[in-house]
């Protein structure tokens, strides 16, 4: 359990369901605004996923995920979004996302998906 997933989401339920479902096997930071997950990617280095929610306020998911992978190219980013929307998923896969998960989700979906991506 050395590296971390950090996972940057505005809605605390959805904060929640990742921790319930994760803590067990992984080592988490969880933000819920993108500024705070940001400094999170720019300051640690065992970070080796991070779970993104793609609409929060003040911030667009897409833009935050260009900043990411301009700090850290090689880190694994998997969008998570209530919005099920073909445009803004191969916008996010263009832009480096490793992969997209639609709220509401499973908890075999975030596992099987963590577990594959995780670098």
Known sequence: M???VLIIDDVEGVRE???LILSDYYNLIITE???QGLNCVENDQ???LVLLDIKMPGYNGLEVLQKIKNVSPELPVIIVTGYKSV???TEAVRLGASGYIVKPFKAEEIL???KKKMK
């Open 2 to 4: 050395s590296k971390k």
């Open 17 to 19: 369901s990742l921790k």
């Open 33 to 35: 605004d993108a500024g």
């Open 46 to 48: 065992d970070i080796g």
């Open 87 to 89: 445009e803004t998923a």
């Open 112 to 114: 099987d998906v963590v």
